[in-house]
């Protein structure tokens, strides 16, 4: 269990291990989420990694030599080898072509490039922050990416355009996740910076910086400012009626 305050080069694994609430923890109970396909997840862990850790990438990652149907038993058994191996991962020929074909479109790009080259010492990277309240409830967030003036998340899209992801943003309530994550890294660092998310298209290689406004931090705090409160109540005052399931790699919280 972490110490509440911020923590740098915190392995996802150790994250997930915490048991302090997340904010997609906190907004799949709020919505009665199920679990989505943990490929998307996987794709865009090994973004960030092959972005951000590009020497420890072929360390983390296993590249398979052919292209491979997963449905295969035989597959899904190597690939569990691959990971209780210590792989993350494995990777089709494909995925690793778009991977690339990612990252290189990342750095072409003159606004994406400039942030990902300012927060790429490894202390500004894989942040994680816990923050206690007064009722001693602990909360968590795990940023990509943090530099003096501002906090980064990277993100896939299956979207080809900004105008399209954005319709996505705010249907899965990015900026919620945005406004939470900018106010318990504030808190913690005595700072007030910037948030912005950097997108890349898995269909179109297009790349964008989006920063936040103050219209959607602010709409972003109401949201989980309130859900948080409920959630809280639920928790301790009736914890059986907070579940948590595992599937994969992905945390689903539901009502009893």
């Not at 305050?5 to 906190?26: M, N």
């Not at 709020?30 to 420890?56: C, N, Y």
């Not at 942030?115 to 001693?136: F, I, K, N």
Request: charged letters at 30%; a negative charge.
């Amino acid at each position: 269990m972490f110490t509440p305050g911020i923590h740098t080069g915190v392995a996802d694994a150790d994250y997930r291990a915490d048991p302090a609430l997340s904010q997609s923890k906190l907004k799949a109970w709020a919505l009665g989420s199920r679990p989505r396909k943990a490929r998307h997840f996987i794709i865009g862990q090994a973004l960030e990694d092959l972005v951000q850790r590009p020497t420890q990438f072929s360390l983390d990652y296993y590249a398979w030599d052919r292209e491979v149907d997963r449905r295969s038993k035989d597959v899904r058994a190597e690939e569990d080898a691959r990971i209780a191996d210590g792989r993350k991962a494995c990777l089709k020929p494909s995925e690793s072509v778009l991977l690339q074909s990612m990252a290189e479109s990342l750095y072409t790009d003159e606004k994406c490039s400039k942030a990902l080259q300012m927060t790429s010492q490894p202390d500004c990277q894989q942040v994680m922050c816990v923050g206690v309240d007064e009722d001693r409830f602990r909360t968590k967030c795990l940023l990509d990416a943090v530099h003096s003036a501002f906090y980064m998340d990277l993100k896939t899209t299956i979207c080809a355009t900004y105008a399209d992801w954005y319709e996505t943003y705010i249907r899965y309530g990015y900026h919620v996740q945005g406004a939470s994550y900018k106010d318990m890294m504030d808190a913690a660092s005595g700072t007030d910076r910037k948030f912005c998310f950097i997108v890349v298209s898995k269909t179109s290689l297009a790349c964008w910086v989006h920063w936040l406004s103050k219209e959607e931090l602010l709409y972003g705090r109401e949201w989980y400012r309130s859900h948080l409160g409920l959630y809280k109540r639920y928790a301790l005052e009736q914890p059986e009626l907070v579940q948590v399931e595992r599937h994969g790699n992905v945390e689903v919280v539901a009502d009893a």
